[in-house]
């Protein structure tokens, strides 16, 4: 018998008694705590932040995929979020990132960019990069065509702001390495999420549906990292199913939308004064099985007349365009922010709640591209009758083109929709035409592009997919190439305990989804949800059986990784960094207005304004592209304290906008409008408005300048 193990797991058994007993009387419980006898740490973690926030202006968002959503400034700056944990010779690496999804591009790049430094340290069997899924930050990072298309193409900008900072972000997180203590702490959150197609839900067997109390899942689980023997608090890093959709898509501002937002407030509620992305304490809200789930839980009406839409196809009068879905604020900021809120007081709450379990054991991983068209399975009917399926070349059905409720799609597409249209499926010949087979691979769902079939002018979407498996000691974290939809994760959840349970001793505790991993290859719906063709079904690209396939290839890897086999692996896909195109337009120069330099604060802000209003200034500037001011900021808040000018805000800030637009509609002429609304909780004062920027001279010279405002009273 082992007496170390015994006495450090009776030892142990009292920390956790003593710290449940702690907790009991709440107020940083676990910062207090501090014990006679130490205890060996169970595992070395790192945390880091950096900024990854790409192009504010002039880029098209990806999200929404609509054409006319190009940013024209800055709400809440982007960040990647990397957690890095070591337990004995092993090591992993997780990067949340704000942002809509990523791409086998940008992984392969930052997994060379880190080799350069640390050898084949990470790899890609260990390293995770899960993106939020906000829809309101600049596209053209993915390479795969469909997903580059809203901004006309590859953006060297958007994607470098990316690799950078993610790459900065894991430095930082590999660099502060130190003994630590991971604890897991699950609660429901209710009134944020809502099923955004309840009725494909509803086709999941009713014995199934039983089993579970609601049509989204409302569990946050949470994962903190105590520094061991300070017991410091370095991070926290939650998992929750919501679409960061609380923006619309007629929002210019770059945001991290609901989710970002709460990482941000929970940094603030510990990093206290220090400028946001900065502080040592890091709270990430990464993405899970958020296919079908929407924030926007006032649900869809019809705008026109308030009525409410047509269920199957979400349309009224035919129109998706008129089906929308909001709240629960009066506008999406504020929907955002309650969402955000209520997403951190929660984490807030299990932080210092007496129902954490400490986590222990060993960490193992294992990770293989799966080519999806040639792939098999055995699918089992609810009757029992068992029947041999496939995978298809990827297509994007009908329904794909019309949205969802919580941005629609342009022209007369709906969802629920099994009919085609002939104009459509001409254009869509033009481009790749399907086969036959394609058709019946797909079946119900009606092709809208056949992405599987084009090859120019490069690929459309990946055929290859990353899957890939954690275990942190009974806790599975399953990195998934895409965006499973409530039930879809919920099978796969039952597949991997299941599966943990039966090849090793360690029974799973807690599984969780790592949404939109590694490789993005749309949605996956169950087979069930199929049948209806919602936008959800007709995005899930490798036809009905896309989530039978997963649960055969997810059971075949944690078998493989527990009982120490070589692992079965497909090609990875092709790297199409040197064929990518880009159409997205140069800044060519800019120029002031006549009169004015760079900088001029052509609006000043009223001379006395009261605390819960916003003030604003505007500055003549230069195109915010010149200098993506990664990692600094485009304008500050200033106080005038003991003789100088003290920054309490940058453009990370909620209480901040930077709105950044042409005048006169010529792009070589523009203005900034900073706003700021000035909490009731700011002292009273002086205060200033800054703005930082680059001009671009006619001979191509890059040039910054600094604006500010005259003084203003705060009353
Ligand atoms: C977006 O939200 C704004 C309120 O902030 C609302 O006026 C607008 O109708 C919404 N639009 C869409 C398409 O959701
Ligand atoms: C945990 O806290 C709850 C209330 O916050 C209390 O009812 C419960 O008894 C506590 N459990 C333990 C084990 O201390
Ligand atoms: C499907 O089932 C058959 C017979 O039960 C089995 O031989 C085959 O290996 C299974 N295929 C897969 C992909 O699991
Ligand atoms: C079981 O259900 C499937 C799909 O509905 C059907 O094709 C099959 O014939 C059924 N088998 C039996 C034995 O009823």
Redesign the pocket.
Known sequence: MDVYGCVHSFFKQIRMHLQAFINTFQIGGIFILNFLFVINADYRVGIGISDITGPIGQIGFLGYGNPFQKGSGLHLRQYARAFVIKKDLQCVAFVSIDTTMTGFGLRKQVLSTLQKNYGSLYNDQNFVISATHTHCVPGGFMMDLLYDLPSFGFVQETFDSLHNGIVQAVIKAHNSIQDANIFVTKGTILNVNVNRSPLAYLLNPKTERDKYSYDVDKELTQLKFIASPSNKLLGVLHWFPVHPTSMNNTNRLVSSDNVGYASILFEQHFNKDTPIGNGPFVAAFASSNLGDVSPNIKGPICISTGNPCDDVTSTCDGKSQHCIASGPGIDMFESTKIIGEKLFKKGLELLHSNQSREIDGPLEYRHRYVNMPIQVANFT?????ETKVRGCLSAMGYAFAAGTTDGPGAFNFKQGSKTQNPMWNFIRNLVAEPTKDDIACHYPKPIFLTTGRIKVPYRWQPQTVSIQIILLGDVAIASVPGEFTTMAGRRLKQTIATTVATYSKLSTKDVVIAGLSNIYSSYIATPEEYELQRYEAASTIFGPHTLTIYLNVYNNLIKSMLNGEPLDTDPEPEDISNKVLSFALPVWFDLPLVGYRFGDCRVQPPSTAKRGTTVSAIFVSGNPRNNLMRGKTFLTIERWIKEKWVVVATDSNWETKFIWKNVFFISAYSQATIEWYIDKNIPIGIYRICHFGHYKSLNGEIIPYIGATRKFNVV
């Open positions: 009917y609810p009757n029992g009758t």
